[in-house]
């Protein structure tokens, strides 16, 4: 058995404090409430609670492998554990620990992974891996059985292409809508973060492969990520909602190890947090493996591996050392020998890396190269993206498509490829199959399929902010083909080798850490910019405006920028090494062509997510439509339905500056669907965008994430109805960037490297619920083609006493489907504290067949009847009454009562 058995007897000590008096009564009923004189029933731990877990999953319970850890420690010298505890820079790996030859002690071979692995060895199956569904796409399944495949999937090919460690799950709350990696996590509430994430810790784990849960903690934001960012968060916020996915993470999944994050908490840096590392997560949480830091995310030697961190990975610099820092290198051994540093803590360390080496497998089973099952695979990935793509809107019965379509629209700039997350999680697929190729294929030789871009190709610079570049409908290079000339300089001033000279559709570039090789999830349809694309740049070639009138020129940009009309200096910007927009304000007449250049230094910015920075935009007069949109509007109105797809630039390292669709995307929409009003848009997106400006004409939109490198067939089937649509949303869509929980400049993105978490506990649905915030699509949402009717609302106790909720559901349309139940609670009963007028307590799929009754049970969360007691360090179950909403969506509510909770100390 685990020597910590805490977080298991303390959350199964809830669930009798819970279920002692627990019962649900009809809306409107009464009920008398128990005497209490405290008015709760505290929660406190009890060893008989500890249940029973099968041990081919909890390695840490394994006492033979724990043995023969302790039995290799004791042969280890104090260099040799040192050197466990440091990875070292490789090439070939995401993360990486040579091995110890002399005691058989196998390299740590990890690969970053969140949406399948990313293969940095260029001699392992050409880089390519099956691209899976972005997590967020996962979570929007609200599948704990199809998040076990997942993880099995993702170990599986982690295994076969020479790791052993998988750096996945991600359950960073979604906590703002801008954040640039939200699609490599879980959504934005614990309960069903932490439980996908466990399922998939399970299904990576079933093979000789370490899973590893991160970016812990509180890391919402990629804004000054690497500068010091504080997440200013008290007790009860960090615990019930930062803290609650890793504690479900750790108690139902065991992951083998956990990544510590880049930013502070609460002013100390999360790779050197006593609180969070030791305290939280070792200690309350009874996490037994290791922690590694995130990469450049050591920050001390002492203060780190006595504040809980484990192993230190690559990537450090100081402005003492520069770059290549190696924080438990040299510097932790001669901590150990001045006796700073107890060899005890040393020997903590690298047992909690030995352990879930051993009782995973890693030391009797090293991972061989070996083929793919990439057919079966794809059809797995396919699976996923139907199951998670989520119908926001389906008026006039838009969707499924009817046989009798005999012509489809497809619009987009990347409506003929797969569009995916940038950064460390992208992955290079064995194939794709784009939303064009899958309805080409679905709607067969009898259906007439046109595509038009619409709009110029999106790229990182879309995250730079400011206006939209200027189209290259406007722009013509010397040559007379659109866009501009683009000559990249090796120096500045213009100087050097010419390292790039071509012809480029807008000008704009954001070269930093988007554009790493393998990192960088731009159009294909825009020339690849690299980090050495920086030092000068020069775009030439003529401006044609399409209306008389005046135009406002923009240069937004960190550096030194000139543009000239007609020779003319018309704006200049010399913005070193602050972000910010410069206008000038130009008269153009109709059809005349003026000579353009612009001119870009970039002033020498350093640093891992550093780069160039520039990008030329314009606000053209009222009414001015591009003729790219036109065209999409032409080739629409000539189409029985037009399909338009739309993508955002999601991505490690740079936060999106808005919600809207970036290069004119908000416009085209308007402009199709008022030529055809059987217009769908498929929102290609890592997480929230902002429809409401364009969607009151769009009959029907689909949600589908970036779906992997399927995404295009399970998009057909959707459109054609051979799958009925099930997904929900994991995350809320708010109005617009202005009207979320996380609005003010102080809660995102600071004041300062200061992030204020005013908001507390009100993070996602609980905070517009909380505040009054109207959502365009709330938390838990999605449509079918099929309806639902929900009777009958009951409780009764499960064999070890939890509350469950029972629930009658009936299909009463004429197709299958697949219903997520969901269970909410409202306003806990006690004066004692605030809580949330809505949290999620559970929830339960269900597929039917029409006409098809079920009865559902949905377990309850003790945790979601509970509040954490800042003054006791506990979860705490007031005793009295509490809502119950059930329906399918957090708004959506089909049947209330009320359930009872508390009744005695444990």
Same mark, same amino acid.
């Given at each position: 058995?685990?020597?910590?058995?805490?977080?298991?007897?303390?959350?199964?000590?809830?669930?009798?404090?819970?279920?002692?008096?627990?019962?649900?009564? +009809? *809306? /409107?009923?009464?009920? @008398?409430? #128990?005497?209490?004189? !405290?008015? &709760? =029933?505290?929660?406190?731990?009890?060893?008989?609670?500890?249940?029973?877990?099968?041990?081919?999953?909890?390695?840490?319970?394994?006492?033979?492998?724990?043995?023969?850890?302790?039995?290799?420690?004791?042969?280890?010298?104090?260099?040799?554990?040192?050197?466990?505890?440091?990875?070292?820079?490789?090439?070939?790996?995401?993360?990486?620990?040579?091995?110890?030859?002399?005691?058989?002690?196998?390299?740590?071979?990890?690969?970053?992974? +969140? *949406? /399948?692995?990313?293969? @940095?060895? #260029?001699?392992?199956? !050409?880089? &390519? =891996?099956?691209?899976?569904?972005?997590?967020?796409?996962?979570?929007?399944?609200?599948?704990?059985?199809?998040?076990?495949?997942?993880?099995?999937?993702?170990?599986?090919?982690?295994?076969?292409?020479?790791?052993?460690?998988?750096?996945?799950?991600?359950?960073?709350?979604?906590?703002?809508?801008?954040?640039?990696?939200?699609?490599?996590?879980?959504?934005?509430?614990?309960?069903?973060?932490?439980?996908?994430?466990?399922?998939?810790?399970?299904?990576?784990?079933?093979?000789?492969?370490?899973?590893?849960?991160?970016?812990?903690?509180?890391?919402?934001?990629?804004?000054?990520?690497?500068?010091?960012?504080?997440?200013?968060?008290?007790?009860?916020?960090?615990?019930?909602?930062?803290?609650?996915?890793?504690?479900?993470?750790?108690?139902?999944?065991?992951?083998?190890?956990?990544?510590?994050?880049?930013?502070?908490?609460?002013?100390?840096?999360?790779?050197?947090?006593?609180?969070?590392?030791?305290?939280?997560?070792?200690?309350?949480?009874?996490?037994?493996?290791?922690?590694?830091?995130?990469?450049?995310?050591?920050?001390?030697?002492?203060?780190?591996?006595?504040?809980?961190?484990?192993?230190?990975?690559?990537?450090?610099?100081?402005?003492?050392?520069?770059?290549?820092?190696?924080?438990?290198?040299?510097?932790?051994?001669?901590?150990?020998?001045?006796?700073?540093?107890?060899?005890?803590?040393?020997?903590?360390?690298?047992?909690?890396?030995?352990?879930?080496?051993?009782?995973?497998?890693?030391?009797?089973?090293?991972?061989?190269?070996?083929?793919?099952?990439?057919?079966?695979?794809?059809?797995?990935?396919?699976?996923?993206?139907?199951?998670?793509?989520?119908?926001?809107?389906?008026?006039?019965?838009?969707?499924?498509?009817?046989?009798?379509?005999?012509?489809?629209?497809?619009?987009?700039?990347?409506?003929?490829?797969?569009?995916?997350?940038?950064?460390?999680?992208?992955?290079?697929?064995?194939?794709?199959?784009?939303?064009?190729?899958?309805?080409?294929?679905?709607?067969?030789?009898?259906?007439?399929?046109?595509?038009?871009?619409?709009?110029?190709?999106?790229?990182?610079?879309?995250?730079?902010?400011?206006?939209?570049?200027?189209?290259?409908?406007?722009?013509?290079?010397?040559?007379?083909?659109?866009?501009?000339?683009?000559?990249?300089?090796?120096?500045?001033?213009?100087?050097?080798?010419?390292?790039?000279?071509?012809?480029?559709?807008?000008?704009?570039?954001?070269?930093?850490?988007?554009?790493?090789?393998?990192?960088?999830?731009?159009?294909?349809?825009?020339?690849?910019?690299?980090?050495?694309?920086?030092?000068?740049?020069?775009?030439?070639?003529?401006?044609?405006?399409?209306?008389?009138?005046?135009?406002?020129?923009?240069?937004?940009?960190?550096?030194?920028?000139?543009?000239?009309?007609?020779?003319?200096?018309?704006?200049?910007?010399?913005?070193?090494?602050?972000?910010?927009?410069?206008?000038?304000?130009?008269?153009?007449?109709?059809?005349?062509?003026?000579?353009?250049?612009?001119?870009?230094?970039?002033?020498?910015?350093?640093?891992?997510?550093?780069?160039?920075?520039?990008?030329?935009?314009?606000?053209?007069?009222?009414?001015?439509?591009?003729?790219?949109?036109?065209?999409?509007?032409?080739?629409?109105?000539?189409?029985?339905?037009?399909?338009?797809?739309?993508?955002?630039?999601?991505?490690?390292?740079?936060?999106?500056?808005?919600?809207?669709?970036?290069?004119?995307?908000?416009?085209?929409?308007?402009?199709?669907?008022?030529?055809?009003?059987?217009?769908?848009?498929?929102?290609?997106?890592?997480?929230?965008?902002?429809?409401?400006?364009?969607?009151?004409?769009?009959?029907?939109?689909?949600?589908?994430?970036?779906?992997?490198?399927?995404?295009?067939?399970?998009?057909?089937?959707?459109?054609?109805?051979?799958?009925?649509?099930?997904?929900?949303?994991?995350?809320?869509?708010?109005?617009?960037?202005?009207?979320?929980?996380?609005?003010?400049?102080?809660?995102?993105?600071?004041?300062?490297?200061?992030?204020?978490?005013?908001?507390?506990?009100?993070?996602?649905?609980?905070?517009?619920?909380?505040?009054?915030?109207?959502?365009?699509?709330?938390?838990?949402?999605?449509?079918?083609?099929?309806?639902?009717?929900?009777?009958?609302?009951?409780?009764?106790?499960?064999?070890?006493?939890?509350?469950?909720?029972?629930?009658?559901?009936?299909?009463?349309?004429?197709?299958?489907?697949?219903?997520?139940?969901?269970?909410?609670?409202?306003?806990?009963?006690?004066?004692?504290?605030?809580?949330?007028?809505?949290?999620?307590?559970?929830?339960?799929?269900?597929?039917?067949?029409?006409?098809?009754?079920?009865?559902?049970?949905?377990?309850?969360?003790?945790?979601?009847?509970?509040?954490?007691?800042?003054?006791?360090?506990?979860?705490?179950?007031?005793?009295?009454?509490?809502?119950?909403?059930?329906?399918?969506?957090?708004?959506?509510?089909?049947?209330?009562?009320?359930?009872?909770?508390?009744?005695?100390?444990?």
């Amino acid at each position: 058995m685990r020597t910590d058995i805490r977080t298991r007897s303390l959350r199964l000590s809830i669930v009798a404090a819970v279920s002692v008096a627990a019962m649900v009564v +009809p *809306a /409107g009923g009464a009920v @008398a409430a #128990p005497d209490d004189p !405290d008015g &709760e =029933a505290a929660v406190t731990e009890s060893l008989q609670d500890v249940k029973s877990l099968p041990s081919q999953w909890w390695w840490d319970e394994s006492g033979p492998d724990t043995r023969r850890a302790r039995a290799l420690l004791r042969q280890m010298t104090l260099d040799e554990k040192v050197d466990m505890l440091h990875g070292e820079q490789n090439n070939f790996y995401g993360f990486y620990n040579g091995p110890i030859e002399r005691l058989g002690i196998p390299a740590l071979t990890m690969a970053d992974g +969140p *949406a /399948g692995v990313r293969i @940095a060895n #260029p001699g392992v199956n !050409d880089q &390519e =891996a099956t691209q899976l569904p972005a997590p967020i796409a996962l979570a929007a399944t609200w599948d704990t059985a199809l998040a076990e495949q997942y993880g099995q999937v993702a170990g599986d090919e982690a295994f076969r292409t020479g790791h052993n460690v998988l750096l996945s799950p991600a359950v960073d709350i979604a906590r703002v809508a801008q954040a640039g990696r939200a699609f490599e996590a879980l959504g934005e509430d614990p309960l069903l973060s932490g439980t996908i994430a466990a399922a998939e810790i399970r299904g990576i784990q079933s093979h000789p492969v370490v899973a590893d849960i991160k970016h812990y903690n509180v890391y919402t934001q990629e804004v000054n990520r690497l500068s010091g960012g504080n997440a200013v968060v008290d007790e009860r916020a960090l615990q019930e909602i930062y803290t609650r996915p890793y504690a479900i993470g750790v108690e139902e999944g065991r992951p083998g190890s956990a990544m510590c994050a880049f930013n502070k908490v609460n002013g100390v840096f999360a790779c050197e947090s006593d609180e969070l590392l030791n305290r939280i997560l070792k200690e309350q949480l009874g996490f037994e493996g290791w922690v590694m830091s995130d990469y450049g995310a050591t920050h001390s030697t002492v203060q780190a591996i006595l504040g809980g961190l484990d192993q230190e990975m690559p990537g450090n610099t100081t402005p003492q050392t520069g770059p290549g820092t190696c924080f438990f290198c040299g510097p932790l051994l001669d901590a150990v020998r001045a006796g700073q540093v107890p060899v005890s803590r040393i020997d903590d360390a690298v047992l909690r890396i030995l352990r879930p080496m051993f009782a995973l497998g890693l030391f009797d089973n090293p991972p061989v190269i070996s083929a793919l099952p990439e057919a079966e695979h794809g059809a797995f990935a396919r699976q996923v993206a139907e199951r998670a793509m989520v119908l926001l809107k389906n008026e006039a019965s838009a969707l499924p498509l009817s046989g009798s379509v005999g012509s489809i629209a497809v619009i987009g700039a990347d409506a003929d490829t797969v569009v995916a997350g940038g950064g460390s999680s992208l992955v290079k697929p064995t194939y794709t199959v784009s939303p064009l190729d899958g309805i080409r294929a679905r709607a067969g030789a009898g259906v007439l399929v046109r595509h038009v871009a619409g709009a110029d190709p999106v790229t990182s610079a879309s995250l730079i902010g400011g206006p939209d570049p200027i189209p290259s409908d406007y722009l013509t290079d010397g040559a007379g083909a659109p866009g501009l000339r683009a000559e990249y300089f090796s120096e500045p001033e213009f100087a050097g080798t010419v390292l790039a000279d071509r012809t480029e559709p807008y000008a704009a570039i954001n070269a930093g850490f988007f554009v790493f090789p393998g990192f960088n999830s731009q159009s294909p349809h825009f020339p690849t910019q690299t980090r050495d694309m920086g030092p000068s740049i020069r775009w030439t070639g003529a401006l044609t405006a399409p209306v008389d009138g005046t135009y406002e020129l923009a240069v937004t940009t960190i550096g030194r920028a000139d543009v000239y009309l007609d020779d003319a200096l018309v704006l200049s910007a010399d913005q070193d090494g602050v972000l910010a927009t410069v206008t000038a304000a130009v008269p153009l007449t109709a059809g005349v062509a003026h000579d353009l250049r612009v001119e870009y230094n970039n002033p020498g910015v350093t640093g891992t997510d550093a780069g160039a920075v520039f990008q030329l935009g314009w606000t053209p007069p009222d009414g001015v439509v591009a003729p790219q949109a036109q065209a999409a509007a032409d080739l629409a109105r000539s189409s029985q339905a037009a399909v338009v797809v739309v993508r955002d630039y999601s991505t490690e390292g740079g936060d999106k500056p808005d919600l809207d669709l970036p290069n004119g995307q908000a416009e085209l929409i308007r402009e199709v669907a008022a030529a055809n009003p059987r217009t769908v848009v498929v929102l290609a997106t890592g997480g929230a965008v902002q429809t409401s400006d364009w969607e009151g004409g769009v009959p029907a939109i689909i949600h589908s994430w970036f779906g992997g490198q399927e995404q295009g067939n399970a998009l057909a089937g959707i459109l054609f109805g051979d799958v009925n649509p099930s997904g929900r949303l994991p995350i809320t869509l708010p109005v617009d960037e202005d009207s979320t929980p996380v609005s003010t400049p102080e809660q995102y993105s600071g004041i300062g490297l200061d992030q204020q978490f005013t908001e507390g506990i009100y993070v996602g649905y609980r905070g517009y619920e909380e505040f009054g915030i109207a959502p365009q699509y709330p938390f838990g949402h999605g449509l079918s083609y099929t309806t639902y009717d929900y009777r009958n609302l009951r409780t009764a106790p499960a064999a070890n006493g939890a509350l469950q909720v029972r629930v009658a559901v009936r299909n009463t349309g004429a197709v299958a489907g697949t219903e997520t139940v969901q269970v909410y609670v409202g306003n806990l009963p006690t004066r004692q504290v605030q809580s949330a007028p809505k949290v999620l307590a559970g929830w339960a799929t269900v597929t039917l067949q029409p006409g098809e009754r079920r009865q559902v049970t949905v377990a309850l969360s003790p945790e979601s009847v509970s509040y954490w007691d800042v003054d006791r360090d506990r979860w705490r179950t007031p005793r009295g009454d509490i809502p119950v909403f059930v329906g399918s969506s957090s708004a959506d509510v089909r049947l209330t009562g009320t359930v009872r909770v508390g009744g005695g100390r444990r």
